[in-house]
């Protein structure tokens, strides 16, 4: 099976790396997160409610839609807060939103985690002179982000491969079900940051990729 | 095409279409309120989410998307519209966007209604909520209010764009297959705003092809309701149309707009706090005497805005009836008190009698005592101090027992001393209602008791003040010199007690 992968590419001013990326990782998980499963004796299942939030940005002239719900709203900024630190001042980076599902493998074999989407969003940070130039940023990138938005939707909707819906035993092989009021599909984030060198270092969420190398 | 599709596949998808296109509704509707959306996510399925989201259901909005469906579904050529526009306070109006809800022919047969059809359809409202918040509708209609409100209209047939303007952009939300057909959800907006803001500042008439060609009848036939559309701002159902929405699911009330307009209150406060030199009726309503604000209760009564107004040249004409009808002030200063006389005589034989019906629209101004003022112990009459206008502040009236404003007077009709303080000192040429009037302005908060002096008079007198004594030259020579004697003995103190800098050093690294 091919890994869908989707690139998009934003240039932000280094106040608005956090608000763009939450924009467009929560846009993205809007899309890839279900109701909690409940599952019933027959073998059916009953899916609980999702609701939604519009989160206007501070620095930027864009409002989002993200899931109702503060513990997935929280390790999403965890991990945007981390790859806006690194990547201090002006330069390059990516963020990497990889969806993946988990195949069981027999002993001394580990499980597997195989992508089946993947969403790199390249950031070029720029730092401006002015306030006048600003304000100007302001409005085009949130009308790039409206833009990365609809790109988003776009890939969204042509309902390529997704993972078949799994039975009660399996489900943790492909929705993440830590949260208590929703449930995402198995993802991970992860970051690169490309210095003024042009040379790349790879640096990786420590949490996350435990879950990969587990035995 | 039913082919393949069983009755019971057949029954679910149109109940899917129909909560589709009801929640597509909402949805846009919603996101063109003015304020932001938040609903709750659930862990336990309520069994009332459609398409597992929390969605909200606004009763007149679910009514009229009824009503615009008629009992059909979206299919083939009949495709169901959602048309934003705005409209200005002054009737302009303009189509911003139109979202359609489609259905072509190209079928999916293999496709599972109940599950895959189902899910795509979330997956395309949550698009919906997404895409809602990117067109340029979205920040208009997150700013309207006073100058403009967002209208939505549902219709039901063929789709109408012509109203969005040259170079309208549309932009694709999804597409769902289905046995029956592919739905397809798309929005038409417009770019060109320009349109708009040539507009506002038109007095000419709107041009009649928009209005009216505007809208055409769809061709389902009915009739379509005289008005542009309805409001994007949730109100209480009227009662006629209370029983129509009992079969709707129950909703929750969504926030209104903010169609707000300063309260009257707000308005007159505003007005107080500015009182153009001018303005002969407004003079005295920042009256400093006692600092206390007149807060009119009618918005025209209190604060004039041009000299003709009749309520003000009652004002004016009656006071110096007045002014010769009322008894002498105790009075404090004399000589302030002689002057305070002498404006009033020279002014009271100007007026001229007037109607007096204005003056029982006077009786409804109330006087508020102003904030972090202490009120008098002595009764302190306003012509006993040196006031502009003293001459015709009331005699007698300063006490709030006698206070015409807070207890008005019985009888309207004779010349209540009520209009006493609302007059105004009469230039020296004036001798109508019209007169304009050179007003010393008391700063709030003034202090009149103990320097009897105006701002002018206060900036005059200490203008030129004395040079600080610590700037003046001998004497900072003289410090330098005694500073240059002193030097030696400092260093000798300092050198004696090194170790302890030393240690104060290090022990800051």
């Known amino acids: ?65 993200r899931v109702s719900s503060e513990e997935l709203d929280r390790v999403i900024r965890k991990a945007v807060s981390e790859f806006k630190d690194a990547l201090s001042g002006d330069g390059m980076g990516q963020i990497s939103l990889e ?4 195949k069981k493998s027999r002993w001394p074999f580990s499980d597997e985690c195989i992508p089946w989407e993947v969403w790199s969003i390249k950031v070029n940070v720029v730092n401006l002179a002015n306030e006048q130039e600003r304000q100007i940023c302001r409005e085009k990138v949130g009308e790039k982000l409206g833009e990365k938005v ?13 993972p078949k819906m799994p039975t009660q035993s399996e489900v ?7 949260l208590k009021d929703v449930q995402p599909y198995l993802y991970k984030i992860t970051y690169q940051i490309t210095d003024s060198l042009g040379t790349s270092v790879s640096t990786t969420m420590r949490r996350l990729i435990k879950d990969t190398l587990a035995l | 095409m039913d082919s393949g599709l069983s009755p019971q596949d057949k029954k679910d998808l149109d109940k899917f279409i129909k909560f589709f296109a009801l929640k597509t509704v909402q949805v846009i509707v919603q996101a063109r309120l003015g304020e932001k959306i938040c609903t709750r996510s659930s862990s336990s399925p309520t069994g009332s989410d459609w398409f597992n989201l929390a969605i909200k259901d606004i009763p007149e909005v679910t009514h009229e998307a009824k009503k615009a469906l008629a009992g059909q579904l979206p299919g083939i050529g009949r495709s169901m519209c959602v048309e934003i526009s705005l409209k200005t306070s ?19 047969k293999d496709i599972k209604v109940s599950y895959t059809v189902y899910n795509r359809l979330s997956v395309l409202l949550k698009s919906l909520l997404a895409i809602t918040r990117v067109t340029p509708a979205y920040k208009l209609s997150r700013k309207q209010g006073h100058d403009y409100v967002i209208l939505y209209r549902i219709y039901f047939g063929e789709v109408q764009l012509n109203g969005l303007g040259e170079g309208f952009q549309t932009v694709r939300v999804g597409v769902v297959g289905t046995p029956v057909g592919t739905v397809t959800l798309t929005c038409a907006y417009r770019t060109n705003l320009a349109f708009m803001s040539n507009r506002q500042f038109e007095r000419s008439a709107p041009i009649m092809g928009i209005i009216v060609d505007h809208f055409v009848d769809p061709p389902c036939g009915g009739q379509r309701p005289a008005n542009m559309g309805h409001p994007c701002n949730y109100r209480a159902t009227d009662e006629d149309d209370g029983g129509q929405y009992a079969g709707c699911q129950d909703s929750q009330e969504v926030c209104t707009t903010s169609f707000s307009t300063s309260p009257p209150s707000q308005l007159y406060a505003s007005r107080l706090s500015y009182h153009p030199p001018a303005l002969a009726g407004a003079a005295e309503l920042c009256h400093p005497a006692a600092n206390q604000v007149l807060h009119a209760g009618k918005e025209h009564g209190g604060v004039v805005s041009g000299p003709a107004q009749p309520p003000h040249g009652a004002d004016a004409q009656l006071t110096a009836e007045n002014a010769a009808n009322t008894p002498g002030s105790s009075g404090d200063d004399a000589g302030l008190m002689h002057s305070g006389e002498r404006r009033k005589r020279r002014d009271e034989g100007r007026r001229s009698l007037s109607p007096a019906d204005p003056v029982e629209s006077l009786n409804a101004f109330t006087r508020k005592i102003g904030a972090f003022v202490n009120k008098p112990s002595t009764p302190i009459t306003a012509a006993s101090l040196d006031l502009p206008f003293a001459a015709f502040a009331p005699r007698g009236l300063d006490t709030e027992d006698n206070d015409p404003m807070v207890q008005p007077p019985d009888s309207p009709p004779c010349p209540s001393p009520l209009q006493a303080s609302l007059h105004s000192q009469g230039s020296e040429g004036s001798g109508q209602q019209d007169d304009f009037v050179m007003v010393d302005f008391r700063p709030a908060f003034s202090k009149d008791d103990l320097l009897p002096m105006d701002l002018g008079t206060f900036y005059r007198e200490f203008q030129n003040p004395p040079q600080l004594a610590s700037l003046s030259l001998h004497i900072s020579s003289q410090s330098m010199a005694d500073d240059l004697d002193s030097l030696p003995e400092k260093l000798a103190v300092y050198e004696k007690n090194i170790d302890e800098f030393d240690a104060f050093v290090d022990m800051l690294q």
């Open chain 1, 1 to 65: 099976m091919n890994c869908r992968s989707e690139v998009l590419e934003v240039t932000v001013e280094a106040r608005q790396v956090e608000e763009a990326m939450l924009a467009l990782l929560h846009t993205i998980l809007l899309h890839r997160s279900s109701g909690k499963f409940h599952y019933k004796k027959e073998g059916t299942y009953s899916i609980g409610t999702v609701g939604t939030i519009d989160i206007d940005c501070d620095f930027i002239d864009f409002t989002f839609v």
């Open chain 1, 99 to 102: 969806f993946y599902q988990k």
């Open chain 1, 150 to 162: 609809i790109n988003v939707v776009e890939v969204i909707n042509r309902h390529e491969y997704l």
């Open chain 1, 172 to 178: 943790d092989n492909v929705f993440d079900t830590s």
């Open chain 2, 90 to 108: 002054e009737g302009d109006s303009m189509e911003l966007e139109t979202w359609c809800l489609e259905m072509n022919e190209k079928c999916d």
